[in-house]
């Protein structure tokens, strides 16, 4: 038999112990993200001062304002937002009808289809960004902003079908069945039963989708030149060249884009936790 007392001190010891170890935890992930704020505060002189300093001795909170002046972000911002949210939106309306298709039908070669898909979800960009960029000079859309859509759009297409055929595959076909009887057709059927039940499949979807046109670099690099044209990850590093060393506004545009992404995780969150329990209640 155990002894109150102990035990109870034992709990607390232990989760005195895992609350500590969360702390380093969060802190080592935070750390990376406090350096660059630190850096993107501090004046000119102190970036190239021996021996630096992890905080600043004098905070410069101009330069989130005067980064905006030193180069086009806001349009380079806009061109990012643009092709993520295009992009996104041209894959889920490709991979939806694809992965509702394959969980529902048993056709030949289902199987070699799937695994198709998921082979190509294996390709990097970088290794094709050669092939890439000669289509593009066929199709005379180098420089545009429509060959950058259609890039992002192409390689987040294979992880959304994925992802939705899973989903789609788990929700019981009797639901729809049920739907049937009420009168409802196949299209009422799917977006008032199935896609209600899958959403946080279609979240995933939309994050993974969003952030990866977001973060594209190398295809952007290769087939845009005019700086109104590029997104904001090929912007970023010209503040750092063989010419000019602007570390302050480099670390400050790095902050300025994370901006984005966590605006989006804040809105669908909610939405992700609904679609738990969303569609199959009438």
């Not at 991979?95 to 039908?105: E, G, I, K, Q, S």
């Not at 990097?124 to 992002?152: F, Q």
């Not at 009797?174 to 039963?193: C, S």
């Not at 000019?244 to 902050?255: E, G, K, P, V």
Request: hydrophobic share 55%; net charge positive.
């Amino acid at each position: 038999m155990s002894i109150p007392g102990r035990s109870g001190a034992a709990g607390r010891g232990k989760l005195v112990v895992l609350t500590a170890v969360g702390y380093v935890v969060a802190f080592v992930f935070v750390a990376p993200y406090l350096e660059m704020l630190f850096t993107a505060l501090k004046p000119d002189r102190e970036l190239t001062a021996s021996p630096t300093t992890f905080l600043p001795k004098h905070w410069n909170f101009g330069n989130f304002v005067d980064v905006w002046k030193a180069a086009p972000i806001w349009t380079n911002m806009q061109v990012s937002l643009i092709v993520a949210a295009v992009s996104t939106l041209i894959a889920l309306l490709v991979a939806l009808p694809a992965a509702y298709y394959t969980a529902r039908n048993r056709f030949w070669l289902r199987g070699p289809f799937l695994l198709l898909v998921l082979v190509t979800q294996m390709f990097a960009p970088t290794a094709l960004v050669i092939g890439i960029y000669r289509e593009m000079v066929y199709l005379n859309l180098t420089d545009t902003l429509l060959a950058l859509i259609l890039v992002n759009a192409a390689f987040n297409l294979p992880f959304c079908v994925w992802i939705l055929h899973g989903y789609f595959s788990s929700i019981p076909k009797a639901l729809e069945e049920a739907a049937y009887i009420d009168g409802a057709n196949r299209i009422t059927a799917l977006t008032r039963v199935t896609l209600p039940l899958s959403l946080p499949g279609l979240v995933t979807a939309v994050v993974y989708t969003f952030i990866g046109a977001w973060n594209e670099y190398v295809v952007a690099l290769t087939i845009t030149s005019s700086p109104n044209r590029q997104p904001l990850t090929v912007a970023v590093p010209g503040f750092v060249t063989s010419y000019q060393q602007h570390w302050q506004y480099l670390f400050a545009t790095s902050l300025i884009a994370i901006v984005p992404v966590v605006i989006l995780f804040i809105v669908i969150e909610r939405y992700l936790i609904g679609g738990l329990t969303a569609g199959s209640v009438k």
